[in-house]
Antibody, heavy 118, light 106 residues
Framework: QVQLQESGPGLVKPSETLSLTCTLS????????WSWVRQPPGKGLEWIGY???????NFNPSLKSRVTMSRGTSNGQSSLTLRSVTAADTAMYYC????????????WGQGTLVIVSS | SYELTQPPSVSVSPGQTATISCSGD??????VYWYQQKPGQSPMLIIY???KWPSGIPERFFGSNSGNTATLTISGAQPLDEADYYC?????????FGSGTKVTVL
């Protein structure tokens, strides 16, 4: 069973950088991609981008200029960095694991809430 | 940017059929995915590649996709099916979600 756990600060100041880590445990089930999806409180889902296990990335054009994704210190980790945050970046951030770069977002973490506020 | 349009809400009586639409330009030429999200929980994949079920998903959730509209049908709706439902598709290597449909079973 694929299990994902997001971690990181729950509060970030405006104009600063949001950094989150996703840790994979259990069976990888042939999944090779890490996506991040966010959801502002009471609103819908927005795909941020993905990281492939080789290190290649693909980002939502609407966020591309502010986003970095990279592999963590171990094979079972992925990190998200979002720069110059504003209140509009307040959201639940989900880590998702999937098998292909244009397929279903199969396994979701429980999410971590990040609030942008001074 | 690619837009997927869903109705904000759908109501259904227990045991009846609920239908949720998802519209987008030439959507029928793409694969559509459906996710269920209950309050306080993460989204969960319930349909992939238009009409396939992940393991453990009951077949009363049925997906179809043709023309500009994909449809999620919930047959024999149960109170536990109350949730938000999101469609998703890829366009130009970007994943797009519909705005979500709140299904109420009452």
């Amino acid at each position: 069973q694929v299990q994902l756990q997001e971690s990181g600060p729950g509060l970030v100041k405006p104009s600063e950088t949001l950094s989150l880590t996703c840790t994979l445990s259990g069976d990888s089930d042939d999944t090779n991609y890490w996506s991040w999806v966010r959801q502002p409180p009471g609103k819908g889902l927005e795909w941020i981008g993905y990281l492939y296990d080789t290190g290649s990335t693909n980002f939502n054009p609407s966020l591309k200029s502010r986003v970095t994704m990279s592999r963590g210190t171990s094979n079972g980790q992925s990190s998200l960095t979002l720069r110059s945050v504003t209140a509009a970046d307040t959201a639940m951030y989900y880590c998702v694991r999937h098998r292909t770069g244009n397929g279903e977002l199969r396994y979701w973490g429980q999410g971590t809430l990040v609030i942008v506020s001074s | 940017s690619y837009e997927l349009t869903q109705p904000p809400s759908v109501s259904v009586s227990p045991g009846q059929t609920a239908t949720i639409s998802c519209s987008g330009d030439e959507l029928g030429s793409k694969y559509v995915y459906w996710y269920q999200q209950k309050p306080g929980q993460s989204p969960m994949l319930i349909i992939y590649q238009n009409n396939k079920w992940p393991s453990g998903i009951p077949e009363r959730f049925f997906g179809s996709n043709s023309g500009n509209t994909a449809t999620l049908t919930i047959s024999g709706a149960q109170p536990l099916d109350e949730a938000d439902y999101y469609c998703q598709a890829w366009d130009s290597s970007t994943a797009f979600f519909g705005s979500g449909t709140k299904v109420t079973v009452l």
